[in-house]
Nanobody
Framework: QVSLVESGGGLVQAGDSLRLSCAAS????????MGWFRQRPGKEREFVAA????????IYADSVKGRFAISRDNAKNTVYLQMNSLKPEDTAVYSC???????????????????WGQGTQVTVSS
């Protein structure tokens, strides 16, 4: 079983950048596909970005494509989400998640993810 802890959230202005980190422990990090999700106020949790086990494949929600970038460092057991050109509508609690499925692909399907972090708040002011 893997434990996930997010960090890097905060209050920023529109147009600013933030980098979120998600540190994993208690499992073999390179064996997990990883994803970032967010829950905006009053909304359901939604997919943001995902990365395959080796980092060779990434996928993004249309709303963040071109602005956000997901990456991972398997030596540091960490996955990152670089967020640029932030908008007020990006305000949400951002959570990382791990999927232990065998295939080395990236997936946006929330039910496929087995382990979740507690989340970190990102607030973007206009």
């Amino acid at each position: 079983q893997v434990s996930l802890v997010e960090s890097g959230g905060g209050l920023v202005q529109a147009g600013d950048s933030l980098r979120l980190s998600c540190a994993a422990s208690g499992g073999t990090f390179r064996s997990y596909r990883m994803g970032w999700f967010r829950q905006r106020p009053g909304k359901e949790r939604e997919f943001v970005a995902a990365i395959s086990k080796t980092g060779g494949r990434t996928i993004y929600a249309d709303s963040v494509k071109g602005r956000f970038a997901i990456s991972r460092d398997n030596a540091k057991n960490t996955v990152y989400l670089q967020m640029n050109s932030l908008k007020p509508e990006d305000t949400a609690v951002y959570s990382c998640a791990a999927d232990r499925d065998i295939a080395d692909i990236a997936t946006s399907s929330i039910p496929r993810y087995d382990y979740w972090g507690q989340g970190t708040q990102v607030t973007v002011s206009s």
